[in-house]
């Protein structure tokens, strides 16, 4: 069926900014737990949790989660892993300025911290991707991992993972062989999928009674799909007939793809929104430095929703109903439809079919052939007279009209509206040249254009006897006889006993039926007149 699709793309942050030059870090604290790991490791234990925002104005940090590394009076120094500032975890990003004692800023949104020396665009999406990803959750070795991996991206060269300064920090943590292995994937994962996210959502045209086939589908920064995003579905009235609907919870597979399906009860224009939810940023949080030349952080485990809606259709029935005009008519006269439609409003096409002749209205149907078919814009609900359609042939007839669908309306067609089509009959005789007087004679006559044949009344009639053949008429004193035939044909007359000499005048009719018009011969033609001798 057909669908309707709307894509939200991730939208950028404020406009960039760089961390503050400033303040080091707020007191980390005293002691933190030890980091206690298991030396076999998987891959799902790099675990993806939306951390906690911020509750409160309180702006200094302590350790959170990591280990202890020696220190070097710079933030680098002493601790590896996340920090905690007033219950969200924060990750340094200059790790050659002071520790930060003095407190943090307010959170600055950035997608780009390039400078003179700064790192990327690419490199801060990564970082912001692998600190919204993995930077919430509490573990001694994913914390620890997470922060040489933003280092590593935006520390410069000496922090990056095989450098000296890099490497010794890893080093020193509880378990360097796991901490190295979540940062390559970190890295890795960052490198395929970091950037704005997008939405796509797509609903199908539903007819009433059934559903809204409602398909979210989340694309990463690099078209990749996205998978485990909670997606929630919901149909708002929106200003149409159409009822709330949802919400509806699902989780995208491994295509990126979520599919809910909505009742559609009534016809109408419905609104689907689509909010995914646990979306990875693409840009930092940074805490800058109350103090100049202390350590600025970024926050960790941010994610946003991204919301994307579309409108799509609900097709109700349309109501038709066929009147013929004229109703009986002759064949070769115009015969035309009037069909009354109501539906949308909306412009649309109507096609009319004449399906016939049938022998009688019981046996009529429009699964026989057409004898035209034609068609006419539909530009409003009302009543359409089609264009004209002429029989050739006798019978009955039936109308079928089709009236074409809308965005919101199913297509309906109705067949009715019968047609009586009369033929015109014919009927002619050949009369004997001559006769003696008492002789019983006969014409042979003729019968034509019954459509669907008799039974049919043919009355032969002999006039005279007149003085001379001019004198021949079909008037006056007569003798008639009349005969029921089956069909269409020729045939012999009954007899007719002519006692006087004379000319006498033959004329013959056929009666009007359901089907066919009257007709009598012409009188006086040649061939239908005898002369009686004595």
């Not at 933190?32 to 911020?54: E, F, K, N, W």
């Not at 940023?281 to 994307?308: F, K, M, N, P, Y």
């Not at 007839?397 to 309906?412: E, I």
Request: charged residues 15%; glycine residues 12%.
């Amino acid at each position: 069926m057909p669908t309707t699709t709307t894509t939200a793309a991730d939208p950028a942050p404020p406009a960039p900014s760089r961390p503050a030059r400033g303040r080091p870090f707020a007191a980390l604290l005293a002691f933190l737990l030890g980091a206690v790991l298991a030396t076999t490791l998987t891959l799902s234990t790099l675990v993806a949790l939306p951390a906690p925002l911020a509750a409160s104005a309180d702006d200094r940090a302590e350790r959170w989660a990591g280990f202890r590394i020696p220190s070097t009076g710079r933030a680098s120094g002493g601790w590896i892993g996340g920090y905690r500032l007033d219950g969200t975890p924060v990750f340094v990003i200059t790790p050659g300025r002071r520790p930060n004692r003095a407190g943090f800023r307010e959170a600055d949104a950035t997608s780009d911290l390039r400078g003179p020396k700064g790192p990327s665009e690419a490199a801060t999406q990564r970082a912001a991707w692998i600190l919204s990803k993995y930077g919430g959750h509490k573990d001694a070795v994913q914390a620890a991992a997470v922060d040489a991996a933003v280092l590593h991206l935006l520390g410069g060269r000496a922090w990056q993972l095989g450098a000296r300064r890099g490497a010794a920090r890893v080093r020193a943590s509880g378990d360097p062989a796991t901490v190295r292995r979540y940062v390559r994937l970190m890295l890795s994962g960052s490198r395929a999928s970091a950037g704005p996210h997008e939405v796509v959502v797509e609903a199908t045209t539903a007819d009433v009674g059934g559903v809204t086939a409602v398909t979210v589908r989340v694309t990463d920064g690099h078209g990749g799909p996205v998978a485990g995003l909670p997606v929630t579905v919901t149909s708002p009235d929106g200003g149409t007939s159409q009822p709330a609907a949802g919400p509806l919870d699902a989780v995208t597979g491994d295509d990126g793809r979520a599919l809910v399906r909505l009742a559609a009860p009534l016809a109408g224009w419905r609104t689907v929104v689509a909010e995914v939810g646990q979306v990875p940023l693409h840009w930092l949080r940074v805490r800058g430095a109350d103090r100049e030349r202390q350590a600025s952080a970024a926050e960790g485990g941010v994610r946003r929703t991204i919301a994307a809606s579309a409108r799509v259709a609900v097709r109700g029935p349309q109501s038709l109903s066929l009147a013929a005009d004229p109703t009986v008519l002759v064949a070769g006269s115009a015969a035309r439809v009037v069909a009354t439609v109501d539906g949308d409003g909306a412009s649309r096409t109507a096609t009319a079919s004449l399906h016939g002749p049938f022998a009688s209205a019981a046996v009529a149907h429009c699964g026989g052939p057409a004898v035209g078919s034609v068609s006419m814009p539909v530009l409003a609900d009302g009543a359409y007279a089609s264009p004209a359609i002429a029989p050739a042939a006798g019978g009955y007839y039936l109308w079928r009209v089709m009236v074409d669908g809308t965005d919101s309306s199913v297509p309906v067609a109705s067949c009715g509206a019968p047609v009586r089509v009369r033929s015109r009959a014919t009927v002619g005789l050949s009369a004997p040249a001559t006769a003696a007087a008492y002789d019983a004679v006969s014409a042979r006559v003729t019968v034509g254009g019954l459509p669907f044949g008799g039974p049919i009344d043919v009355t032969t009639t002999l006039y005279g006897p007149f003085a001379t053949a001019g004198l021949a008429a079909c008037t006056g004193t007569h003798k008639q006889v009349t005969q029921r035939r089956p069909d269409n044909g020729t045939f012999q007359s009954l007899s007719v006993q002519v006692l006087e000499s004379g000319w006498y005048a033959w004329q013959t009719s056929v009666t009007e039926g359901d089907l066919w018009l009257g007709t009598t011969s012409t009188c006086g033609a040649v061939g239908t007149v005898t002369q009686v001798s004595p």
